[in-house]
């Protein structure tokens, strides 16, 4: 198990084909104004990669985007509405199709209100993942031995939470209504670049 930094791209051929987990880290939650640091990748064989991105980056990554915009590619997120629309605005692709482990905690986990990636970690795979460095400095010239290890933690996990959650939403009969949230969460990334990100948009509420 090895983490992997990289500068701007991801180099040729690092990865196996099948799904690939995907986070990235930002300077900020307000997507227009902060900017997209770190994006880390994994193909669940116990390597993570990150890519760095640098404050005047072009995000000129033909090696990483060819992967994110691979349509027969799978891509596991944990909170995937914010990771599509950073991809989105500062990469230009649709990182589709997606696999949530947020949404599909909250639609088989319907016994509780945590669905944070500690949670689902600590509860399925029994595992402690630090979130301590969750709020850091993205943007700084070097990445501390702690920022690029929660970096990877934060992909390391989705390949086997994505296993457990298959099983437990067919479980519940609820495969389908999780395949269609996951297919509409590129279009609700693209309404909160828009400036629908306040505003529900099925709400009866005018607003
Ligand atoms: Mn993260």
């Known amino acids: 198990m090895t ?22 880290e930002t300077m900020g939650l307000i997507t227009p104004r902060d900017r997209l640091c770190l994006l880390q990748i994994s193909d669940g064989g116990g390597d993570e990669h990150l890519v760095r991105f640098a404050p005047d980056s072009s995000f000129d990554a033909p090696n990483l985007k060819a992967v ?10 944990h909170f995937a509405r914010f990771d599509l629309a950073a991809i989105q605005h500062y990469m230009n692709v649709t990182a589709s199709p997606v696999f949530c482990t947020k949404i599909a905690s909250k639609l088989v986990r319907t016994y509780t209100d945590r669905h944070g990636l500690k949670e689902l970690v600590r509860e399925m795979l029994g595992k402690d993942i630090s979130k301590q460095q969750q709020s850091s400095d993205w943007g700084a010239p070097e990445l501390t031995d702690a920022q690029q290890e929660y970096a990877a933690s934060d992909v390391r996990y989705l390949h086997s939470l994505h296993d457990k959650f298959r099983i437990r939403l067919e479980r519940e009969g609820r495969s389908e209504i999780a395949q269609a949230c996951f297919d509409f969460l590129p279009t609700r990334a693209r309404l909160d670049l828009a400036g629908w990100a306040e505003h529900d948009i099925f709400s009866h509420e005018s607003t």
């Open 3 to 24: 983490v992997h930094l990289h500068e701007e791209d991801l180099p040729e051929g690092v990865l196996a084909s099948g799904p690939v987990a995907v986070d990235t």
């Open 68 to 77: 994110l915009g691979d349509s027969g590619r799978l891509k596991l997120y």
